[in-house]
T-cell receptor
Framework: AQSVSQHNHHVILSEAASLELGCNYSYGGTVNLFWYVQYPGQHLQLLLKYFSGDPLVKGIKGFEAEFIKSKFSFNLRKPSVQWSDTAEYFCAVNAGYGGSQGNLIFGKGTKLSVKP | GAGVSQSPRYKVAKRGQDVALRCDPISGHVSLFWYQQALGQGPEFLTYFQNEAQLDKSGLPSDRFFAERPEGSVSTLKIQRTQQEDSAVYLC?????????????FGPGTRLTVT
């Protein structure tokens, strides 16, 4: 069965620090990879996604993620975080066109707190 | 335009009661998903509809859980004889097409507390 692991439960950074959130998945076939973000009091929204092509994908608000197939990883990065990036971040995977045609498998999430 | 809406936003049920949670997807969206998010966990898939057809219900935790989407738009998730372990946030998501590359738009969720 597919699974997603997020290494950090809670990350605390100061503004302008660099961010990297780890995500590993277990599935040997073709995968689609996503990062979702949930700001305080708001609903889940898509940050970025990878389906194919350039393994370095750029999303909204200056976030990017790199797909490394050999490591089954899809880490999220941002060079300089802002207080407004305080949120919970979820990595998710969907196994192509097999199975349920689109349901996502999420990691447990990483809570990011940015100190002003 | 309007996003995905869910009602009620909060529901407190006594153990053994039945509850019904409603999801209004974005107009025209073919696919509709239900997820369950327990405290401190990521969302977990429950079931999926393509129009009115329930194509996958493999994630429903027990036969007390039932979902429907009779006219291919609004969906209802029903939980019979609620138990304490059913306490969670129930999320609904919709997407335009039944292909994984189409973004899933999430609603605000219904927080269910079973006492």
């Amino acid at each position: 069965a597919q699974s997603v692991s997020q290494h950090n439960h809670h990350v605390i950074l100061s503004e302008a620090a660099s961010l990297e959130l780890g995500c590993n998945y277990s599935y040997g076939g073709t995968v689609n990879l996503f990062w979702y973000v949930q700001y305080p009091g708001q609903h889940l929204q898509l940050l970025l996604k990878y389906f194919s092509g350039d393994p370095l994908v750029k999303g909204i608000k200056g976030f990017e993620a790199e797909f490394i197939k050999s490591k089954f990883s899809f880490n999220l990065r941002k060079p300089s975080v802002q207080w407004s990036d305080t949120a919970e971040y979820f990595c998710a995977v969907n196994a192509g066109y097999g199975g349920s045609q689109g349901n996502l498998i999420f990691g447990k999430g990483t809570k990011l707190s940015v100190k002003p | 335009g309007a996003g995905v809406s869910q009602s009620p936003r909060y529901k407190v049920a006594k153990r053994g009661q039945d509850v019904a949670l409603r999801c209004d997807p974005i107009s025209g969206h073919v696919s509709l998903f239900w997820y369950q998010q327990a405290l401190g966990q990521g969302p977990e898939f429950l079931t999926y509809f393509q129009n009115e057809a329930q194509l996958d219900k493999s994630g429903l935790p027990s036969d007390r859980f039932f979902a429907e989407r009779p006219e291919g738009s609004v969906s209802t998730l029903k939980i019979q004889r609620t138990q304490q372990e059913d306490s969670a946030v129930y999320l609904c998501a919709s997407s335009l097409m039944t292909r994984p590359e189409y973004e899933q738009y999430f609603g605000p969720g219904t927080r269910l507390t079973v006492t």
